[in-house]
């Protein structure tokens, strides 16, 4: 297996260890999530361990391999292309939520990689162009970003596709991107009801002060199949709510 390939593994069996919390993962369970034999898993523990890597076993019938929780983990460890293409995602996603975020985080990722490394990924940058139109209101975008993270009412003025033009004030729930479009779902306060918002026809937005009453995502529904959270996981096996667009009116 070449470097490149066994270096991407290791820094996601990393993770994958992380991730599995005090449970841990045996190596056969490993092995088959990354295509490999149980003794290449081994052998690629062992190199975690030696690099550094909080890794714990446990032998025998239950036993397995963990990531030591609360243990400071050694730098994040990239290739150029893994860099370069991070970069490309959070510039062509300018309108995503967050994106200004995300854009500050990867650039921070990137300034903390080992030099050499660094300057293979700006140079391999340097032949992934992104032109993105610009963003309608980045106010609007802010302010929508603010009162979902912080769970306060947004005051809104929205044009519906029938071109009706009302003043809203919704409970944000959570952002959806379907059909090439980015929605705010939220309850509206005027129609009494959960709703899909298109965000590019929001034309104004403006944080309140008045804290959201605590409508979940239960309320939305859920997500289909092909549409997991941002953090990553599968939908629930059968479509709710979500899965059936925006409500109009």
């Not at 596709?161 to 939220?186: C, H, K």
Request: include cysteine.
């Amino acid at each position: 297996m070449g470097t490149v390939k066994r270096a991407e593994r290791l820094h996601a069996l990393s993770e994958t260890l992380r991730r599995s919390g005090a449970r841990g993962r045996t190596a056969g369970q490993l092995a088959a999530e990354f295509g490999v034999s149980t003794r290449t898993v081994k052998r690629d523990l062992a190199a975690l361990e030696n690099s550094g890597a909080p890794i714990w076993s446990r032998p025998g019938p239950g036993g397995g391999y963990g990531m030591a929780t609360g243990a400071s983990l050694p730098p994040v460890s990239l290739t150029p292309a893994q860099a370069v293409a991070l970069l490309a995602a959070v510039s062509a996603a300018a309108d995503t939520p967050y994106a200004d975020l995300a854009s500050a985080g990867v650039r921070k990722i990137v300034d903390v990689l080992d030099p050499r490394t660094r300057a293979k990924a700006e140079e391999l940058a340097r032949r992934v162009w992104v032109d993105v139109p610009p963003l309608k209101s980045r106010a609007n975008k802010s302010a929508l970003e603010e009162a979902m993270a912080e769970q306060r009412v947004l005051r809104i003025r929205y044009t519906s596709g029938d071109d009706i033009t009302t003043g809203r004030d919704v409970e944000p729930v959570m952002f959806a991107f379907r059909n090439s479009q980015w929605y705010l779902v939220g309850w509206c306060r005027l129609r009494n009801a959960m709703r899909w918002f298109m965000v590019s026809r929001i034309e104004q937005a403006a944080v309140t002060r008045i804290a959201c009453e605590g409508h979940t995502l239960d309320e939305v529904g859920v997500p289909p199949r092909r549409t997991p959270p941002a953090g990553g996981g599968g939908g629930g096996s059968t479509p709710g709510p979500a899965a059936g667009g925006p409500a109009r009116g």
